[in-house]
């Protein structure tokens, strides 16, 4: 299997920190927030990665020419971006028409990769998308699921001011090639996951509860959390997922 990791963000929540860094690479715990997801998707036996690179592309050319893993990462640049979704569709054929990987490079996370493939294969009849789903403690911030009893997301609120639980999107995915051809039914090339993606698969997207931790490090203090936390030796950067359907009731 193969994985595209999200990478090619302004950061502009973090600034000035991100004028001269790209947001993936900002350190935690004395390593870029990217090796971290490297490390944890070859271990998992990802076969290749590919990086999509946009402001400061030469610093993450630079860094992945350095990197242990750099023979198996593939770098894309987009000197204008295209969304979450645009870049999946524009990288169409980096996935072989085979079920690949998605994550958004901006969360820190001890998720067990090789245990959400596996989750993916036992999905409900149906299901396209295997969604990583976590407790949160920032609602409002995140995408909200309602799951049903097998863990299919039968509601999803993304941002709400009044968020109806806890359970979030984790912004890791397993999708099935269907996802491109919707991708690619828009008939545009800027496309965005949480809002025209994700709603128009409800009913079709296995939630897999994630019991370890699981942090977007997109704002500053969501980046000083994850930096004491880290200090703290509160992520073990262990596998947590438990493979168990992310229910409605445990969003309570």
């Known amino acids: 299997m193969r994985a595209l990791v999200l990478a090619a963000g302004l950061g502009t929540r973090l600034h000035p920190l991100t004028i001269t860094t790209p947001k993936c690479l900002v350190s935690i715990g004395g390593r870029p927030l990217l090796d971290y997801w490297l490390d944890r998707l070859f271990a998992a036996g990802i076969e290749r990665i590919l990086v999509n690179t946009g402001y400061l592309a030469e610093i993450m050319r630079a860094h992945v020419a350095a990197s242990p893993w750099e023979k198996k990462i593939d770098l894309v640049h987009e000197p204008e971006l295209l969304g979450t979704g645009g870049t999946v569709l524009a990288n ?68 709400s001011a009044v968020p109806p639980g806890n359970l979030a999107n984790g912004a890791v995915y397993v999708f099935e090639p269907e996802v491109v051809d919707f991708l690619n039914s828009i008939g545009r090339p800027v496309i965005d996951l949480s809002t025209e993606v994700i709603p128009f698969f409800v009913g079709r997207i296995f939630a897999v509860m994630h019991s370890g931790y699981h942090r977007d490090i997109g704002n500053p203090a969501s980046l000083a959390a994850a930096r004491a936390d880290m200090e703290e030796g509160r992520v073990r950067l262990s596998s947590q997922l438990k493979n168990r359907p992310a229910a409605l009731a445990s969003a309570r």
């Open 92 to 159: 169409r054929g980096y996935f072989r028409g085979e079920p690949f990987l998605v994550i958004h490079g901006d969360n820190l996370s001890d998720c067990d990769i090789a245990g959400l493939i596996a989750a993916h294969h036992h999905r409900p009849a149906g299901c396209a998308i295997t969604m990583l789903a976590f407790l949160t403690d920032q609602p409002e911030l995140c995408g909200i699921l309602e799951c049903d009893e097998a863990g299919v997301v039968r509601a999803f609120h993304e941002k």
